[in-house]
Protein backbone atom coordinates (compact mmCIF):
# COMPACT_ATOMS: atom_id res chain seq x y z
CA UNK A 1 0.00 0.00 0.00
CA UNK A 2 1.39 3.79 -1.09
CA UNK A 3 2.19 5.83 1.87
CA UNK A 4 1.14 9.28 -0.06
CA UNK A 5 -0.35 11.42 1.63
CA UNK A 6 -4.03 11.89 1.37
CA UNK A 7 -5.35 14.55 -0.40
CA UNK A 8 -7.90 16.91 1.17
CA UNK A 9 -10.17 19.41 0.50
CA UNK A 10 -12.66 21.84 1.95
CA UNK A 11 -15.42 20.57 -0.71
CA UNK A 12 -15.58 16.95 0.54
CA UNK A 13 -17.88 17.70 3.35
CA UNK A 14 -21.14 18.58 1.65
CA UNK A 15 -23.73 15.50 1.80
CA UNK A 16 -27.82 15.17 0.97
CA UNK A 17 -30.52 13.28 2.26
CA UNK A 18 -31.40 10.42 -0.21
CA UNK A 19 -35.55 10.44 -1.34
CA UNK A 20 -37.68 7.41 -1.76
CA UNK A 21 -38.63 5.13 -4.92
CA UNK A 22 -41.19 3.56 -6.65
CA UNK A 23 -40.91 0.17 -7.18
CA UNK A 24 -39.74 -0.96 -10.64
CA UNK A 25 -42.22 -1.18 -13.56
CA UNK A 26 -42.10 -3.30 -16.10
CA UNK A 27 -40.73 -1.64 -19.25
CA UNK A 28 -40.15 -2.20 -23.01
CA UNK A 29 -36.37 -2.18 -24.22
CA UNK A 30 -34.96 1.06 -24.18
CA UNK A 31 -33.56 0.27 -27.96
CA UNK A 32 -37.18 0.32 -29.23
CA UNK A 33 -38.47 2.85 -28.02
CA UNK A 34 -35.20 5.51 -27.49
CA UNK A 35 -33.35 4.73 -30.89
CA UNK A 36 -30.68 3.02 -28.84
CA UNK A 37 -28.93 0.32 -30.77
CA UNK A 38 -29.44 -3.15 -30.35
CA UNK A 39 -27.32 -4.42 -27.13
CA UNK A 40 -27.55 -1.55 -25.12
CA UNK A 41 -30.83 -2.27 -23.07
CA UNK A 42 -32.07 -6.00 -22.18
CA UNK A 43 -35.02 -7.76 -21.39
CA UNK A 44 -37.38 -5.93 -18.35
CA UNK A 45 -36.61 -6.28 -14.72
CA UNK A 46 -33.23 -6.19 -15.05
CA UNK A 47 -31.26 -5.80 -11.75
CA UNK A 48 -28.84 -7.58 -9.35
CA UNK A 49 -30.01 -10.06 -7.20
CA UNK A 50 -29.19 -11.66 -3.86
CA UNK A 51 -27.63 -14.09 -6.19
CA UNK A 52 -25.05 -11.99 -8.14
CA UNK A 53 -21.34 -12.34 -7.52
CA UNK A 54 -20.61 -9.49 -4.97
CA UNK A 55 -23.98 -9.54 -3.26
CA UNK A 56 -23.04 -13.71 -2.73
CA UNK A 57 -19.29 -12.00 -1.14
CA UNK A 58 -21.44 -10.12 0.89
CA UNK A 59 -23.08 -12.91 2.34
CA UNK A 60 -19.89 -14.79 2.82
CA UNK A 61 -18.35 -11.59 4.54
CA UNK A 62 -21.97 -10.75 7.11
CA UNK A 63 -21.88 -14.90 7.95
CA UNK A 64 -17.67 -14.23 9.12
CA UNK A 65 -18.31 -11.70 11.04
CA UNK A 66 -18.12 -12.41 15.26
CA UNK A 67 -20.90 -10.61 17.21
CA UNK A 68 -18.27 -7.63 18.44
CA UNK A 69 -17.78 -6.70 14.59
CA UNK A 70 -21.73 -6.92 13.46
CA UNK A 71 -22.49 -4.65 17.11
CA UNK A 72 -19.67 -2.16 15.25
CA UNK A 73 -20.29 -2.17 11.44
CA UNK A 74 -24.10 -3.86 11.14
CA UNK A 75 -27.57 -1.93 11.22
CA UNK A 76 -30.79 -2.59 10.72
CA UNK A 77 -31.92 -1.84 7.05
CA UNK A 78 -34.03 1.72 7.61
CA UNK A 79 -31.28 3.13 9.53
CA UNK A 80 -30.47 6.21 8.88
CA UNK A 81 -26.94 6.10 7.97
CA UNK A 82 -28.15 4.63 5.20
CA UNK A 83 -29.67 7.41 3.72
CA UNK A 84 -26.55 9.90 4.01
CA UNK A 85 -24.62 10.66 1.07
CA UNK A 86 -21.72 13.06 1.39
CA UNK A 87 -17.77 13.10 -1.13
CA UNK A 88 -16.28 12.43 2.51
CA UNK A 89 -17.19 10.49 5.45
CA UNK A 90 -17.19 7.07 6.99
CA UNK A 91 -19.90 5.21 7.58
CA UNK A 92 -18.27 2.99 10.04
CA UNK A 93 -15.10 3.43 12.43
CA UNK A 94 -13.25 0.36 11.65
CA UNK A 95 -10.76 1.16 8.39
CA UNK A 96 -10.89 -2.36 6.07
CA UNK A 97 -7.05 -3.01 6.57
CA UNK A 98 -7.17 -2.70 10.47
CA UNK A 99 -6.96 -5.54 12.82
CA UNK A 100 -10.39 -5.61 13.31
CA UNK A 101 -10.99 -7.65 10.08
CA UNK A 102 -8.77 -11.00 9.20
CA UNK A 103 -7.42 -11.08 6.07
CA UNK A 104 -10.04 -13.84 4.91
CA UNK A 105 -12.57 -10.17 6.01
CA UNK A 106 -10.44 -8.10 3.56
CA UNK A 107 -10.54 -10.38 0.54
CA UNK A 108 -14.04 -10.48 0.31
CA UNK A 109 -14.52 -6.73 0.83
CA UNK A 110 -12.19 -7.11 -2.57
CA UNK A 111 -14.11 -9.75 -3.67
CA UNK A 112 -17.58 -7.26 -3.26
CA UNK A 113 -15.80 -4.52 -4.96
CA UNK A 114 -14.76 -6.44 -8.17
CA UNK A 115 -18.43 -8.10 -8.04
CA UNK A 116 -19.56 -4.37 -8.29
CA UNK A 117 -17.33 -3.41 -10.79
CA UNK A 118 -16.04 -4.05 -14.11
CA UNK A 119 -12.04 -4.39 -15.08
CA UNK A 120 -11.74 -0.92 -16.16
CA UNK A 121 -13.66 0.42 -13.10
CA UNK A 122 -12.23 -1.46 -10.51
CA UNK A 123 -8.28 -0.47 -11.41
CA UNK A 124 -9.83 3.05 -11.92
CA UNK A 125 -11.37 2.99 -7.95
CA UNK A 126 -7.89 1.34 -6.70
CA UNK A 127 -5.51 4.19 -8.29
CA UNK A 128 -8.48 6.55 -7.10
CA UNK A 129 -8.52 5.13 -3.76
CA UNK A 130 -4.43 5.20 -3.12
CA UNK A 131 -4.31 8.85 -4.76
CA UNK A 132 -6.35 10.20 -2.47
CA UNK A 133 -6.66 7.98 0.86
CA UNK A 134 -3.41 5.91 0.31
CA UNK A 135 -5.76 2.87 -0.92
CA UNK A 136 -9.19 1.16 -0.71
CA UNK A 137 -7.96 -0.01 2.96
CA UNK A 138 -8.34 3.07 4.45
CA UNK A 139 -12.21 3.19 3.79
CA UNK A 140 -14.98 1.75 5.54
CA UNK A 141 -17.44 -0.55 5.15
CA UNK A 142 -21.25 -1.32 6.67
CA UNK A 143 -24.15 -3.81 6.49
CA UNK A 144 -27.75 -3.29 6.77
CA UNK A 145 -30.33 -5.44 6.97
CA UNK A 146 -29.35 -9.46 6.97
CA UNK A 147 -27.80 -10.77 3.96
CA UNK A 148 -30.34 -14.44 2.96
CA UNK A 149 -32.95 -13.06 5.13
CA UNK A 150 -34.69 -10.21 3.45
CA UNK A 151 -33.41 -6.85 2.42
CA UNK A 152 -30.22 -5.99 2.69
CA UNK A 153 -27.20 -3.81 1.22
CA UNK A 154 -23.43 -3.53 1.93
CA UNK A 155 -21.87 -0.25 1.77
CA UNK A 156 -18.32 0.94 1.06
CA UNK A 157 -17.52 4.74 1.98
CA UNK A 158 -14.28 7.22 2.30
CA UNK A 159 -12.85 9.91 0.15
CA UNK A 160 -14.72 10.67 -3.23
CA UNK A 161 -16.00 7.02 -2.94
CA UNK A 162 -19.41 5.44 -1.91
CA UNK A 163 -20.37 2.13 -3.33
CA UNK A 164 -23.12 -0.22 -2.90
CA UNK A 165 -24.59 -3.90 -3.54
CA UNK A 166 -27.96 -4.87 -2.13
CA UNK A 167 -29.47 -7.57 -4.33
CA UNK A 168 -32.31 -5.39 -5.66
CA UNK A 169 -33.45 -4.81 -2.38
CA UNK A 170 -34.39 -0.94 -3.15
CA UNK A 171 -36.34 -1.55 -5.92
CA UNK A 172 -36.66 0.80 -9.04
CA UNK A 173 -33.39 2.23 -7.85
CA UNK A 174 -29.52 1.70 -9.29
CA UNK A 175 -26.66 1.04 -7.69
CA UNK A 176 -28.73 0.09 -4.39
CA UNK A 177 -28.84 4.09 -4.25
CA UNK A 178 -27.09 7.02 -4.68
CA UNK A 179 -23.24 6.75 -5.24
CA UNK A 180 -20.27 8.67 -5.44
CA UNK A 181 -17.07 8.62 -7.54
CA UNK A 182 -14.24 11.26 -7.79
CA UNK A 183 -10.63 12.01 -7.46
CA UNK A 184 -8.57 14.51 -6.11
CA UNK A 185 -5.93 15.43 -9.08
CA UNK A 186 -6.15 18.78 -9.53
CA UNK A 187 -4.58 18.26 -13.64
CA UNK A 188 -7.51 17.79 -15.98
CA UNK A 189 -5.84 15.68 -17.82
CA UNK A 190 -4.10 12.87 -15.28
CA UNK A 191 -7.53 12.61 -13.41
CA UNK A 192 -8.97 9.69 -13.82
CA UNK A 193 -12.41 10.57 -15.00
CA UNK A 194 -11.34 13.69 -17.17
CA UNK A 195 -11.89 10.95 -19.94
CA UNK A 196 -15.58 11.40 -19.27
CA UNK A 197 -15.97 15.23 -19.52
CA UNK A 198 -14.15 14.75 -22.99
CA UNK A 199 -16.66 12.58 -24.00
CA UNK A 200 -19.54 14.76 -22.57
CA UNK A 201 -17.97 17.28 -24.31
CA UNK A 202 -17.99 15.52 -27.88
CA UNK A 203 -22.01 15.95 -27.11
CA UNK A 204 -21.45 19.90 -26.93
CA UNK A 205 -19.28 19.90 -29.46
CA UNK A 206 -21.83 18.60 -32.11
CA UNK A 207 -24.50 21.51 -30.88
CA UNK A 208 -25.63 24.33 -33.65
CA UNK A 209 -25.80 27.84 -32.45
CA UNK A 210 -28.88 27.56 -31.07
CA UNK A 211 -28.50 24.03 -29.02
CA UNK A 212 -25.58 25.73 -27.84
CA UNK A 213 -27.65 28.59 -26.08
CA UNK A 214 -29.82 26.40 -24.44
CA UNK A 215 -27.07 23.90 -23.37
CA UNK A 216 -24.39 26.09 -22.10
CA UNK A 217 -25.06 27.55 -18.55
CA UNK A 218 -22.95 30.25 -16.48
CA UNK A 219 -23.53 28.55 -12.79
CA UNK A 220 -23.88 25.11 -11.92
CA UNK A 221 -26.34 24.19 -8.85
CA UNK A 222 -24.58 22.33 -6.00
CA UNK A 223 -22.67 19.38 -6.55
CA UNK A 224 -25.06 16.95 -3.68
CA UNK A 225 -28.42 18.53 -5.20
CA UNK A 226 -29.50 15.43 -6.86
CA UNK A 227 -32.96 14.89 -5.81
CA UNK A 228 -34.98 13.49 -8.23
CA UNK A 229 -37.75 15.15 -9.91
CA UNK A 230 -40.07 12.42 -11.58
CA UNK A 231 -42.07 13.00 -14.50
CA UNK A 232 -43.18 16.55 -13.62
CA UNK A 233 -39.56 18.17 -13.23
CA UNK A 234 -38.20 20.81 -14.93
CA UNK A 235 -34.57 20.07 -15.73
CA UNK A 236 -31.32 22.48 -17.25
CA UNK A 237 -30.05 21.97 -20.47
CA UNK A 238 -30.90 21.06 -23.51
CA UNK A 239 -33.50 18.17 -24.13
CA UNK A 240 -32.10 14.63 -26.17
CA UNK A 241 -35.46 14.89 -27.67
CA UNK A 242 -34.77 18.26 -29.92
CA UNK A 243 -31.21 16.88 -31.16
CA UNK A 244 -30.81 15.21 -34.68
CA UNK A 245 -30.04 11.27 -34.66
CA UNK A 246 -26.26 11.60 -34.64
CA UNK A 247 -26.47 13.77 -32.04
CA UNK A 248 -28.96 11.45 -29.86
CA UNK A 249 -26.09 8.59 -30.62
CA UNK A 250 -23.43 10.93 -28.94
CA UNK A 251 -25.33 11.01 -26.24
CA UNK A 252 -25.73 7.12 -26.24
CA UNK A 253 -22.07 6.72 -26.80
CA UNK A 254 -22.01 8.99 -23.50
CA UNK A 255 -23.64 6.71 -21.49
CA UNK A 256 -22.34 3.58 -22.60
CA UNK A 257 -18.79 5.81 -21.18
CA UNK A 258 -20.00 6.97 -17.59
CA UNK A 259 -21.75 3.33 -17.15
CA UNK A 260 -18.16 1.04 -18.14
CA UNK A 261 -16.70 1.52 -14.62
CA UNK A 262 -20.14 -0.79 -13.40
CA UNK A 263 -21.02 -4.26 -13.89
CA UNK A 264 -23.53 -5.33 -16.45
CA UNK A 265 -26.36 -6.03 -13.70
CA UNK A 266 -26.49 -2.52 -12.77
CA UNK A 267 -25.65 -0.74 -16.22
CA UNK A 268 -28.76 -3.19 -17.37
CA UNK A 269 -31.01 -2.00 -14.23
CA UNK A 270 -30.11 1.77 -15.34
CA UNK A 271 -31.36 1.60 -18.71
CA UNK A 272 -34.23 0.21 -17.61
CA UNK A 273 -35.02 2.48 -15.28
CA UNK A 274 -34.56 5.68 -17.94
CA UNK A 275 -37.11 3.88 -20.07
CA UNK A 276 -39.19 3.49 -17.20
CA UNK A 277 -38.88 7.70 -16.52
CA UNK A 278 -39.93 8.16 -20.79
CA UNK A 279 -36.58 7.28 -22.25
CA UNK A 280 -33.64 8.92 -23.38
CA UNK A 281 -35.48 11.95 -25.09
CA UNK A 282 -36.52 13.01 -21.93
CA UNK A 283 -33.03 13.55 -20.50
CA UNK A 284 -31.46 17.08 -20.44
CA UNK A 285 -28.10 18.07 -20.96
CA UNK A 286 -26.00 20.96 -19.40
CA UNK A 287 -22.78 21.98 -19.67
CA UNK A 288 -21.41 24.96 -17.02
CA UNK A 289 -18.89 28.09 -17.64
CA UNK A 290 -17.82 28.18 -14.10
CA UNK A 291 -14.38 27.12 -13.82
CA UNK A 292 -13.30 26.19 -16.92
CA UNK A 293 -9.87 24.49 -16.04
CA UNK A 294 -7.07 25.75 -18.16
CA UNK A 295 -9.86 28.41 -20.28
CA UNK A 296 -10.47 25.60 -23.00
CA UNK A 297 -13.84 25.70 -23.12
CA UNK A 298 -13.76 21.70 -22.59
CA UNK A 299 -16.61 22.33 -20.03
CA UNK A 300 -15.04 20.84 -16.48
CA UNK A 301 -18.89 20.96 -15.14
CA UNK A 302 -21.79 19.09 -16.86
CA UNK A 303 -25.23 17.60 -15.96
CA UNK A 304 -27.43 14.60 -17.56
CA UNK A 305 -30.71 15.12 -15.91
CA UNK A 306 -33.94 13.58 -16.59
CA UNK A 307 -37.24 12.23 -14.82
CA UNK A 308 -35.15 9.48 -13.18
CA UNK A 309 -31.87 10.05 -13.59
CA UNK A 310 -29.17 12.90 -11.89
CA UNK A 311 -26.14 12.20 -13.28
CA UNK A 312 -23.85 15.49 -11.87
CA UNK A 313 -20.29 15.51 -12.45
CA UNK A 314 -18.42 18.45 -11.25
CA UNK A 315 -14.45 18.28 -12.35
CA UNK A 316 -13.13 21.55 -11.11
CA UNK A 317 -10.90 22.12 -9.55
CA UNK A 318 -11.01 18.07 -9.28
CA UNK A 319 -13.52 15.44 -9.56
CA UNK A 320 -16.84 14.96 -7.45
CA UNK A 321 -19.57 12.81 -9.57
CA UNK A 322 -23.10 12.69 -7.72
CA UNK A 323 -25.28 10.01 -9.34
CA UNK A 324 -29.01 9.50 -8.81
CA UNK A 325 -31.01 7.26 -10.41
CA UNK A 326 -34.55 5.72 -9.86
CA UNK A 327 -38.63 6.54 -10.02
CA UNK A 328 -39.27 9.19 -8.15
CA UNK A 329 -42.44 8.01 -5.64
CA UNK A 330 -45.43 10.00 -6.00
Known sequence: MTTREPFRCAECESSV??????????GVGLAATAGLSPGFATSTRAAPTPASAAET???????????????????????????RISA???????????????????????????????????????????????????YSVAVFGTPGSG?????????????????????????????????????PKANLFHYQTRQANEVFKALDAKQTERALISKAPAEAAVQLQGEKGQFPGICVGELSTDQKQLVERTLKVLLAPYRQEDVDEVMEIVQAGDGLDRLHMAFYQQEDLDDDKIWDIWRVEGPSMVWHFRGAPHVHAYINIGLKKV
Request: charged share 30%; with cysteine.
Open 88 to 138: NWHVTKPKIESDFYSKEQQALIDAIVRGITSEDGYQRIKKQTEYDDGGIGA
Open 151 to 187: KFEWEMTGRHLTMRADGNSVEGTAFGGPIIYGHGHEE
Open 57 to 83: AVGRFYASLTEAQRQMICFPFGHELRS
Open 17 to 26: DRRDFLKLAA
